[in-house]
C-alpha cells in the first residue's frame, strides 16, 4: 500500500479521519470534486453519492480509497447540526465500498455549487504504487 494513516502524538484522534497520510507512490492521482447527479435533497444521501463516485473514479485509475491520501468536502450552509447526516452518508458508502474512507479531510462550508441541487462535493488526492 502507498498511503499510511497516522494520528502522531499531540494531535487530537478524529474518529472520521486521520490527522495525517504519508504516501510513498510514484503516480498521483486527483479525483474532481463529485456530487449527487441523482440530486435528492437529502445531505446523506448525496454524501453517499459522492464518495461512491469517488470511489468510482479511483477504480478508473487503478485505485481505491485506501490510496487516498486526502479528501476535501464542500457541503452548503455548512451547520455542526448536519455532521449526523454527513456520517451516515460515509458510513452507507463505506458499507458498499468495503472500507472506511479516514485519510486526512478538511470540511468547508460554502454558500453554493454549481447547481441548487447539489449540496455536497467531494474532491480527492491519492498516490498509487
Known amino acids: 500500500?502507498?498511503?499510511?494513516?497516522?494520528?502522531?502524538?499531540?494531535?487530537?484522534?478524529?474518529?472520521?479521519?486521520?490527522?495525517?497520510?504519508?504516501?510513498?507512490?510514484?503516480?498521483?492521482?486527483?479525483?474532481?470534486?463529485?456530487?449527487?447527479?441523482n440530486a435528492v435533497p437529502d445531505l446523506a444521501a448525496q454524501v453517499e453519492e459522492a464518495y461512491l463516485n469517488v470511489g468510482t473514479a479511483l477504480a478508473a485509475a487503478g485505485g481505491s480509497f485506501a490510496d487516498v491520501t486526502r479528501l476535501?468536502?464542500?457541503?452548503?450552509?455548512?451547520?455542526?447540526?448536519?455532521?449526523?447526516?454527513?456520517?451516515?452518508?460515509?458510513a452507507r458508502a463505506a458499507a458498499k465500498l468495503g472500507t472506511t474512507p479516514t485519510p486526512p479531510a478538511t470540511l468547508i462550508g460554502v454558500a453554493a455549487l454549481d447547481v441548487p441541487e447539489h449540496l455536497v462535493e467531494i474532491e480527492a488526492t491519492a498516490v498509487l504504487d
Do not use: C
Not at 15 to 32: I, K
Open 1 to 37: 500500500m502507498a498511503v499510511t494513516l497516522i494520528n502522531p502524538a499531540g494531535l487530537p484522534e478524529i474518529d472520521v479521519y486521520h490527522q495525517v497520510a504519508v504516501a510513498s507512490g510514484t503516480r498521483l492521482v486527483f479525483v474532481a470534486g463529485q456530487v449527487a447527479w
Open 72 to 90: 476535501t468536502v464542500y457541503a452548503v450552509d455548512w451547520k455542526p447540526e448536519k455532521m449526523p447526516q454527513l456520517l451516515d452518508g460515509i
